[in-house]
């Protein structure tokens, strides 16, 4: 089974200050997917950045990148620069490329504040 | 390039109705997703179509829901005799079939109130 674990409920930052939010996860398949998404309190889940497990770079989107410690089984986000509008609930997510290949099983989600 | 669409946005029903929401993916994207996400949580995933086939099912997706996608286009989610516990929100997502589609887009999501 696949789990995902972010263990921060709650993040507050000063905007223009870089954030990292937490997320370690657990599988036993060899191939995998990580994911990041934003839900503003509209409630839509907006996709952010996707790291493979075999990728041997770390994923970066803009203000974006994915922090990937295989051995640690992390996937932090770093958001550079922090911006009023990057207030939201982010969640990490996971998705197995064997057996339920299709779903994708998501943490609890990390609250993030950027303070003027 | 149009995103996932769903309808309608909120729904408030009583116990024991029925209810059924609409999802219409992005166009040409093969697979659709639904999701469910009480107060707090994440999503959970409940099935999965690719095209009109229904693939997989969560053992969350009890025999009161029942999910469709006719033609391989829009999906259709049932709640049969709603429960309290039913309250949620309801997202659909899609996603193309290609080699390195791995994202999956989603709608504004459906929410639904049981009284």
């Known amino acids: 089974a696949q789990k995902i674990t972010q263990t921060q409920p709650g993040m507050f930052v000063q905007e223009k200050e870089a954030v990292t939010l937490d997320c370690t996860y657990d599988?036993?398949?060899?191939?995998?997917?990580l994911f990041w998404y934003k839900q503003p309190s509209s409630g839509e889940m907006i996709f952010l950045i996707y790291?493979?497990?075999?990728?041997?770079q770390n994923a970066t989107e803009g203000r974006y990148s994915l922090n990937f410690q295989k051995a640690r089984k992390s996937a932090n986000l770093v958001i550079s620069a922090s911006q009023l509008g990057d207030s939201a609930m982010y969640f990490c997510?996971?998705?197995?490329?064997?057996?339920?290949?299709?779903?994708?099983?998501f943490g609890q989600g990390t609250r993030l504040t950027i303070n003027p | 390039d149009t995103g996932v669409s769903q309808n309608p946005r909120h729904k408030i029903t009583k116990r024991g109705q029925n209810v059924t929401f609409r999802c219409d993916p992005i166009?040409?994207?093969?697979?659709l997703y639904w999701y469910r996400q009480t107060l707090g949580q994440g999503p959970e995933f409940l099935t999965y179509?690719?095209?009109?086939?229904?693939?997989?099912k969560s053992r969350l997706l009890s025999d009161r829901f029942s999910a469709e996608r006719p033609k391989g286009s829009f999906s259709t989610l049932e709640i049969q005799r709603t429960e309290q516990g039913d309250s949620a929100m309801y997202l659909c997502?899609?996603?193309?079939?290609?080699?390195?589609?791995?994202?999956?887009?989603f709608g504004p999501g459906t929410r639904l109130t049981v009284t």
């Open positions: 997510a996971m998705r197995g490329r064997i057996q339920g290949a299709q779903k994708l099983v």
């Open positions: 166009s040409e994207h093969n697979r």
């Open positions: 179509f690719q095209n009109e086939a229904q693939l997989e």
């Open positions: 997502a899609s996603s193309p079939l290609r080699r390195g589609g791995h994202e999956q887009y």
């Open positions: 790291q493979g497990s075999y990728d041997e």
């Open positions: 599988t036993s398949d060899q191939s995998y997917g």
